[in-house]
């Protein structure tokens, strides 16, 4: 599996953004796609995450959203009200959905991230 990032950029607090995450290659039922963000000098953090469910971290809840588009392989980020704490690369990443994905590891393929930047 191969995933594909794109969408980020330099937005002003509160403005929005959308990120998209293309798949190619092989996928297989009970796939995860999530999203997980890295600020400077923090850790890699799970972001948001979509399966037949969504989950979301509590930092982000009610401001982004994840859609999928099977048709075009290609899973969404919807980021509103952005912030300037979700300053970030973001990177897309899927694996075999286990009932678990909020740890990176529970994730085997990569893209190569975005970066977004929200000014304050």
């Known amino acids: 599996v191969q995933l594909q990032a794109s969408g980020g950029g330099l937005v002003q607090a509160g403005g929005s953004l959308r990120l998209s995450c293309a798949a190619s290659g092989r996928t297989f039922a009970n796939t995860i796609i999530g999203w997980f963000r890295q600020a400077p000098g923090k850790e890699r953090e799970f972001v948001a995450a979509?399966?037949?469910?969504?989950y979301y971290a509590d930092s982000v809840k009610g401001r982004f959203t994840i859609s999928r588009d099977n048709a075009k392989n290609t899973v969404y980020l919807q980021m509103n009200s952005l912030k300037p704490e979700d300053t970030a690369v973001y990177y897309c990443?899927?694996?075999?959905?286990?009932?678990?994905?909020?740890?990176?590891?529970?994730?085997?393929?990569w893209g190569q991230g975005t970066l977004v930047t929200v000014s304050s």
């Open positions: 990443a899927a694996g075999y959905y286990s009932g678990r994905y909020r740890t990176a590891n529970e994730y085997d393929y």
């Open positions: 979509i399966t037949w469910n969504t």
